[in-house]
T-cell receptor, first 113, second 114 residues
Framework: QKEVEQDPGPLSVPEGAIVSLNCTYS??????FMWYRQYSRKGPELLMYTYSSGNKEDGRFTAQVDKSSKYISLFIRDSQPSDSATYLCAMSARTGGSYIPTFGRGTSLIVHP | GAVVSQHPSWVICKSGTSVKIECRSLDFQATTMFWYRQFPKQSLMLMAT?????????EQGVEKDKFLINHASLTLSTLTVTSAHPEDSSFYIC??????????FGPGTRLTVL
């Protein structure tokens, strides 16, 4: 079993829909949880960064962490065609003196007009 | 957020030549930088972790003599692909950590080896 599992999709939704992206993990030592957005042939862009269980909201994006279930989610409200990209979850634990993130394989999201 | 740049963004080279890719943190000092490789429609594969002033730590299966990493300062790390071959063609991405955990990525470098 991989440390971080993420469905690669693609996930296709109509414009305006609420999108739910999810990752599960097996390492209970993970403390930091991140979501990145990656457009084709570009580097990933940090969207959300959370430390504790619960919800964190930023505009149309909400990150949710449930450490008891080892499950994290990213919700996108009022999705737009410009949200079409690959979304990567990442999480990290302290290893020695640093935190090295482990990435999911990414979910491809397509928002069609 | 913090900005990380990479240069060049795209490089084409002949088989057997060496290629150097630069990664710079533009507005912060990065104690740790990472180098990733990404194949089409695949996730990021960590190649090595680089700390300023010390030798890079390579992931299992990554040849350190082939992928030379130099982290000369808190704002610059370089990856040199030595004696490149077509199978080294890939998208190489660096990232840098600001603070404890916020990791910012460069725009990536697409390497094509003919």
């Amino acid at each position: 079993q991989k440390e971080v599992e993420q469905d690669p999709g693609p996930l296709s939704v109509p414009e305006g829909a609420i999108v739910s992206l999810n990752c599960t993990y097996s390492n209970s030592a993970f403390q930091y949880f991140m979501w990145y957005r990656q457009y084709s042939r570009k580097g990933p862009e940090l969207l959300m960064y959370t430390y504790s269980s619960g919800n964190k909201e930023d505009g149309r994006f909400t990150a949710q962490v449930d450490k008891s279930s080892k499950y994290i989610s990213l919700f996108i409200r009022d999705s737009q065609p410009s949200d079409s990209a690959t979304y990567l979850c990442a999480m990290s634990a302290r290893t020695g003196g640093s935190y090295i993130p482990t990435f999911g394989r990414g979910t491809s999201l397509i928002v069609h007009p | 957020g913090a900005v990380v740049s990479q240069h060049p963004s795209w490089v084409i080279c002949k088989s057997g030549t060496s290629v150097k890719i630069e990664c710079r943190s533009l507005d912060f000092q990065a104690t740790t930088m990472f180098w990733y490789r990404q194949f089409p429609k695949q996730s990021l594969m960590l190649m090595a972790t680089s700390n300023e002033g010390s030798k890079a730590t390579y992931e299992q299966g990554v040849e350190k003599d082939k992928f030379l990493i130099n982290h000369a300062s808190l704002t610059l790390s370089t990856l040199t692909v030595t004696s490149a071959h077509p199978e080294d063609s890939s998208f190489y991405i660096c990232s840098a950590i600001e603070g404890y955990n916020e990791q910012f990525f460069g725009p990536g470098t697409r390497l094509t080896v003919l």
